[in-house]
């Protein structure tokens, strides 16, 4: 039983990873805007966005 679930968790961390991936670049690209127009309320949005999609990345890279 161990196995599988350790082979579940696996398969959806191979699936979970490329999506908190794909929703870095995407936070990193508003941060970027943000910074252009010079948005301090958007840019303290994206940069708890990101600190938590880092957190989650950390969490499924284990």
């Excluded at 840019?43 to 969490?59: A, F, G, N, P, S």
């Amino acid at each position: 039983m161990k196995h599988v679930m350790e082979a579940l968790r696996k398969r959806e961390a191979e699936e979970r990873l490329p999506v908190i991936r794909m929703e870095i670049d995407y936070e990193l690209v508003a941060l970027h805007d943000a910074m252009i127009v010079g948005d301090k309320e958007q840019i303290e949005v994206c940069k708890t966005r990101l600190k938590d999609l880092h957190k989650q990345l950390l969490e499924w890279s284990e």
